[in-house]
């Protein structure tokens, strides 16, 4: 995504009351514009209009053959944008056509609406500076911006889908696993592949090449070896050209408190079974890295012709610390223990920098993923029932208490994590794309009956997401249909990482700790 610094105050002709607030002002606006220009400095610009009123962007260039300038002007009207708009080759100069070419400016709201893809942006239309620029009779539709008192605005452009609220009959027969989808299935299962197929595709293509990098990987996936980011894996090589590799970034921490647990002296009354395959490191050897050299080699032998980069990106403790001030920015509002622990995992996937294998066995090479797109599956667990207390949902109140449950996650999603997410992928100058979340593919899992999409009566790895798993093994993910859900903070060891008992016993939701990182 791009950045955006939209900034209101006196022109330099108007004596500011205090010298004081003046330099705040200007060390403020200083941060910001370092702040804005680390999405991407491909592109940066700035505009000042009228008396009061500066505009700055930076453009983090996906799109398109050519380098683009923000903030884009047409006249005296500007816009900033940052977002997708995800067949067009460069979303803002055709949006900013768009909006150029509507006979009248009350019908942004409209024009808005037909867009498909996350978005933020600032419009600024000179004939409306100091009247609403837009107002519907649609309650659900409308946009108002005063300029001249600096009211706040608002935008609601679309009405979130409701889930399909009709109840399984008593009689619903329970599956007999994933060998074999029941006829019922059949028609779910081929929707959910051109639905995600559709959406990855629109994803990956058209990402310009860098003439610099010619030859290595234009998308990469955070990649655990999950069945969320598997499917994704497999979709994008049957959309992008063969030769071209994909990189598949697997995050491990050395986490001393994992270690001290696994000692020789903390282990002797426990006998554990060896992993399937072994990591190199051995404090590496974290769930998500074993589960995704396993998937990996599903990959490979799934679609031979292609490259897959697994990069080995192993942090150590000292460096995750010292790298926490700066993680703590970029996740900022987002303040609590599990923020954290999920940002620094993001943080240090994003930033791509690791290891790679020409084969198994083979030494590792220090390697950077050049790739800009990043493909995650954030979604399919709130769409598709994948989280414990869905389960807990239907044990206490049977298939409403589920369908209900699944409301509320279609409700919560725009307001939960991928602000903080893609702030903090975004400093690395990357940006991450959910194909889970588009349009299209909420509106088809909503739509289903619930019973389609998961089904609690089952065990772990089979009930939870059953529709995904259905698919994951009709395209020949037969491995990835069956594992089970990880949360990323355990999965890569990100989570608790301290030996005392106070940080031992945190949860998730407190507050963190002003100054504890290393320094």
Known sequence: MCGIVVSAHFNSDTVLPDEAVTKRYTD??????????????????GATDGLCLDLYASELRLRGDLPVVQPHQVGSNVLCWNGEILPHENDGIKLIE????????????ELFGTIEGPYAFVYYHVRCMANPICQADDSDLFLSKHLN????????????????????????????????????????????????????????????????????????????????????????????????????????????????????SATKKKKKKPPIVQAQAPSFNVPDRLTGLQEVEELRRLCPGRTWNFVEVNVPYEESQIARVTIERAMA???????????????????????????????????????RVLLNGLGSDELLGGYGRHRTAYTSGGWQALIDELQLELERIPSRNLGRDDRVISSHGKETRHPFLSLSVVTFLAGLPVHLKVDPRLELGVGDKILLRLAARKVGLLEASGRKKKAMQFGSHSARMEVDGKEKEKRGDLLLQVGAAVT
């Open 98 to 109: 768009a909006i150029e070419a509507l006979s009248d400016v009350r019908r942004l709201p």
């Open 333 to 371: 509002p987002s303040n609590t223990v599990m923020d954290l622990s999920l940002a620094i995992a993001l943080w240090f996937a994003s930033r791509g920098v690791g290891t790679v294998r020409s084969s198994p066995d083979g030494p590792a090479e220090a390697y950077t993923s050049t790739a």
């Open 28 to 45: 403020l606006l200083a941060g910001l514009y370092e702040a804005t220009a680390a999405r991407d400095s491909h592109v940066l610009n």
């Open 149 to 264: 008192d600096f009211s706040m605005g608002a935008i609601r452009l679309r009405v979130e889908p409701s889930v399909n609220r009709e109840l399984p009959r008593d009689t619903l027969e329970i599956p007999v696993g994933l060998d074999e989808a029941p006829a019922t299935f059949h028609k779910a299962i081929d929707g959910l592949i051109y639905q995600l197929d559709r959406s990855v595709k629109l994803q990956v293509q058209n990402v310009p090449h860098q003439p610099s990098v010619n030859g290595q990987a234009r998308v990469a996936v955070l990649f655990s070896g999950g069945i969320d980011c598997t499917i994704l894996a497999f979709f994008a090589s049957r959309n992008l050209p063969i030769e071209e590799p994909i990189d598949l970034l697997n995050v491990a921490f050395d986490n001393p408190r994992k270690v001290q647990a696994q000692s020789p």
